[in-house]
């Protein structure tokens, strides 16, 4: 197996956009492992990784809090009349 790339860690970014909640977690929390081990290469471009684990993490946010709401709990955090107590 390869070490993994700074592209590497951009292409998982972007295939997790067309992924479900779980999977696209799996595939960047994989990405965020990678990213943060290349932070001790010395040929690497920190400014572009750090862009990438900045993304990630925005990335991992979004969709684990587009998971929260679609399970329900957004209706609790933003009830209608009818599911109100």
Known sequence: M???TLADV??????ATDLEAEAAIS???TARQ???ALS???DIDEDRRQELETRLEQRLR???ERDAYDGGLGSAM???EDDAP
């Not at 951009?10 to 295939?15: F, G, M, N, T, V």
């Open 2 to 4: 390869t070490d993994p």
């Open 10 to 15: 951009e292409r998982a970014l972007d295939r």
């Open 27 to 29: 595939v960047l929390w």
């Open 34 to 36: 990678d990213v943060r």
């Open 40 to 42: 001790t290469e010395s």
């Open 62 to 64: 979004e969709v684990s």
């Open 78 to 80: 933003n009830p209608t």
